[in-house]
């Protein structure tokens, strides 16, 4: 099963993007998530689409089976 970490931002022109991170660990909790993801906007340290993130939104995990076609 592929596992995608899913964060989602309120960016500085009033929407809202979410950036996707590969096998995040097991035990990944909301609350350390919003740690980085604060880090992050008082850090000014990513733009997306040109926009600053300016508010943590939320978190996700995603799990997809993934079946190859033989």
Do not use: C, H, Y
């Not at 992050?40 to 993934?66: H, M, N, Q, Y």
């Amino acid at each position: 099963m592929k596992r995608t970490l899913e964060i989602t931002f309120t960016l500085d022109n009033a929407k809202t993007k979410s950036i996707s991170l590969s096998d995040p660990k097991e035990d990944l909790t909301k609350d350390q998530v919003g740690t980085w993801a604060n880090l992050v906007i008082s850090k000014k340290a990513l733009t997306i689409d040109g926009a600053l993130p300016v508010a943590f939104k939320e978190a996700s995990i995603r799990k997809v089976d993934v079946e190859l076609l033989v």
